[in-house]
């Protein structure tokens, strides 16, 4: 999903958190389908694959379930095929925001993206719209009980380019090719990962205020929450006290 970026943090300040369980149980199986169809189904040889397992197994997905998704992808059981498919589009305030989807049906999924940009003073856009204002980057979660000290030792010293803390957790970034050894240097110390992903980070950050901000969050959570879109990236910041205000209103 979107992982780490700061507006899907709204959803908590508003006290919106219920865990939408079936929705993105949705994305996972689809994600481990795919993962297990391009790479096999050994997520010893597939990083994508062991990196779905594990989001799947952190959303407490039943064995069974990731069992029958993994057999759809490597065909062993008969399943929909999805088409992997990124979309790019601009926000309110000049906003940018680059959309990871799959669809079985890429007209009506490319139409109803659509709808959902103009709603929200947006606009789908041709592919390089907005591609170029992010790098592309491996993340990984640690819970914030894990040392400084560790973090310099394990992660960095598997490779890690930098860590910082993020609300209640870490977060290390590495580079696209590192983040397999790193998320396994770091399970090897004895020590969590609560998530490992393959990211869009922007280059620099927009701030944005008012009623810009209050559609771009609402443009990202729209979007989020399409049956079809995997993950959302966005190059907005909205300040904390601009986050309070929109959820207390």
């Keep these: 999903m979107s992982?780490?970026?700061?507006?899907?943090?709204?959803?908590?300040?508003?006290?919106?958190?219920?865990?939408?369980?079936?929705?993105?149980?949705?994305?996972?199986?689809?994600?481990?389908?795919?993962?297990?169809?391009?790479?096999?189904?050994?997520?010893?040889?597939?990083?994508?694959?062991?990196?779905?397992?594990?989001?799947?197994?952190?959303?407490?997905?039943?064995?069974?379930?990731?069992?029958?998704a993994i057999k759809r992808g490597t065909g062993e059981l008969e399943g929909v095929n999805y088409e992997e498919l990124t979309y790019e589009g601009t926000g309110p305030g000049g906003t940018l925001f680059v959309v990871d989807g799959m669809t079985d049906n890429r007209n009506r999924t490319v139409a109803e993206l659509r709808k959902i940009f103009e709603r929200n003073n947006g606009a789908l856009g041709q592919s390089g719209t907005a591609g170029?204002?992010?790098?592309?980057?491996?993340?990984?979660?640690?819970?914030?009980?894990?040392?400084?000290?560790?973090?310099?030792?394990?992660?960095?010293?598997?490779?890690?380019?930098d860590y910082a803390r993020l609300d209640e957790a870490w977060q290390v970034t590495t580079s696209v090719d590192a983040l397999d050894a790193v998320a396994k240097a770091v399970e090897a110390a004895g020590l969590t990962v609560k998530s490992q992903s393959l990211e869009l980070v922007p280059k620099i950050k927009k701030p944005v205020t008012g009623r810009d901000a209050e559609l771009c969050l609402q443009l990202a959570e729209m979007l989020d929450d399409h049956d079809d879109v995997q993950a959302v990236y966005a190059d907005f910041d909205v300040a904390d006290d601009e986050l309070a205000r929109i959820a207390g209103g």
């Design 132 to 161: 170029w204002a992010f790098d592309k980057k491996g993340l990984l979660t640690l819970p914030a009980d894990v040392s400084e000290d560790q973090l310099m030792e394990v992660a960095v010293g598997a490779g890690a380019d």
């Design 3 to 68: 992982g780490h970026s700061k507006w899907a943090t709204i959803k908590h300040k508003k006290g919106a958190a219920d865990a939408k369980r079936g929705k993105v149980f949705t994305k996972l199986i689809k994600e481990l389908t795919v993962a297990a169809r391009m790479g096999g189904g050994d997520i010893n040889g597939n990083p994508r694959l062991r990196r779905a397992v594990g989001d799947a197994k952190a959303q407490q997905m039943p064995k069974d379930t990731i069992a029958n």
